[in-house]
């Protein structure tokens, strides 16, 4: 009977540990998280906010993917309108982040404002503000000030201006350029900076002869705020770099940045954080043939590449074409027979082959034993290509101090480390990128074309 009694226990115990190793529901947000759920608040006066909407909207989804928003534009084009919404604090508990595109000036009711960011502090809801949210709720009251971590109340004509960073290692600025000059710019005068913010970025006024911050972040009882007045033109809110900073203060506060500036796992979309687009995908604005013109054209959404010998160099206004350390990917298309290259770290010249930098290879079925992969005639995928002819690869070239690596559809095809001892041209330095035009017998596409650069 004892030892049925013990048996009877033994099988109570392991009933007991399975039911523990059962994996719990919360496991599978671990695997799959849930979207973010993201308020944007949107709308008011002196601002382009139907358009500005869907950029935010579509640039923040291209880049951070598990992302859901709830657009509220109730206001048009009025400043003194009241968000519907804020009547009560319990709309906050509904979503992850707000984000405030607005400019809703004129509206100066203080118990209104100070519900606002009371519904903030008590859900622990964060926040993103973008240019005119600063200028926002002006009422007697320093509450909106203080959550937004910073005062503003002007701003200096409009003309471009050139942001700086200011703190290179924060996880929010780490694929932001060093500097950056706007395409078009209104910038705001700061006139008190919050004990609680950090400035990440700022500018030089032209008007006022002095530095104002333009990014930084604020906490305010808890909660964290991300702020840039950068923005008030369209061609500045929908740029890649503007949009590139959004969604890496937009995850910063929503505590889903990682320290090295990358997004964390389930949060990062198919264009990722960082990337800057260096075509335009209609014309060759920001690019230079050398002879043989003719032998680039854009047609359907890409780059075609088809006549005698031509290099096409990059020489548009991402870092001036003057790349060390970065990341490039592309989609590439080959015909049969098709020989052609992208070159980095090479510099302008108007005929012949490059005599600067290296060659990513191009190749799948041409006579050439160097195939797509090679860093051409230094280290080399001999015979056998990657990929086939007639059908986009993703092709994929990263440098970083003295290594290089290729990867063909996300898997590594090729590394090299560059020895210190080695000199000449055909070395790593700095420089542009270069597609090929190779024979007239080779027809190549390229599309999507992105860059991505790292600190020196």
Known sequence: MKRLINLLKACLSLILVSSLLVIPAKADTMNNPDPLQVLMITGGGWHDYETQKDMLEAGLTERLGNIEF??????????????????????????????????????DDVEWIERIVDAHVEYKLPAVMLHCAMHSYRGDTSKWHEFVGARSHRHESHQPF?????????????????????????????????????????????????????????????????????????????????????????????????????????????????????????????????????SFWVEDDKIIVDGPRSHLFYEGPVAGGD???????????????????????????????????????VNATHGDRRKTGSLYAVLDVMDDAPHDDHEWFHYYIEVD??????????????????????????????????????????????????????PD
């Open 162 to 294: 050139t942001v700086e960073v200011m703190e290179p290692n924060h996880p929010i600025m780490v694929n932001f350029p060093r500097t950056w000059r706007t395409p078009n710019g209104e910038l705001y005068e700061i006139v008190e900076l919050k004990q609680g913010a950090t400035p990440l970025a700022r500018a030089y006024g032209i008007d006022t002869k002095r530095y104002h911050e333009v990014i930084w972040t604020n906490e305010y009882e808890g909660v964290k705020v991300f702020s840039s007045t950068l923005g008030h033109h369209n061609e500045t809110m929908g740029h890649d770099v503007n949009l590139n900073l959004v969604a890496a203060g937009l995850l910063w506060a929503a505590g889903k940045l990682n320290d090295d500036g990358s997004a964390e796992y389930g949060y990062g979309g198919d264009r990722g954080l960082g990337w800057i687009s260096i075509w335009d995908g209609e014309s060759l604005d920001g690019w230079r043939a050398s002879e043989n013109t003719e």
């Open 70 to 107: 709830t657009i509220d534009m109730e206001s048009g084009g009025d400043a003194d309108v009241k968000i519907s919404r804020h009547e009560n604090t319990d709309w906050a508990a509904d979503y992850d982040l707000v984000l405030y595109n607005h400019c809703h000036s004129h509206v």
């Open 323 to 361: 790349f060390v350390n970065f990341e490039f990917k592309s989609d590439v298309y080959t015909y049969p027979e098709a020989n052609s290259g992208v070159f980095f770290h090479t510099r302008f010249q108007d005929h012949g082959w490059p005599q600067y930098g290296f060659e990513a290879q």
């Open 401 to 454: 101090g003295r290594d290089i690596i290729f990867k063909v559809d996300d898997e590594m095809v090729m590394s090299f480390a560059e020895p210190k001892t080695r000199e000449g041209t055909i070395s790593l330095n700095r420089g542009t990128v270069a597609l090929q035009a190779h024979d007239p017998n080779s027809r190549i596409y390229f599309r999507n074309l992105y860059i991505r650069t790292w």
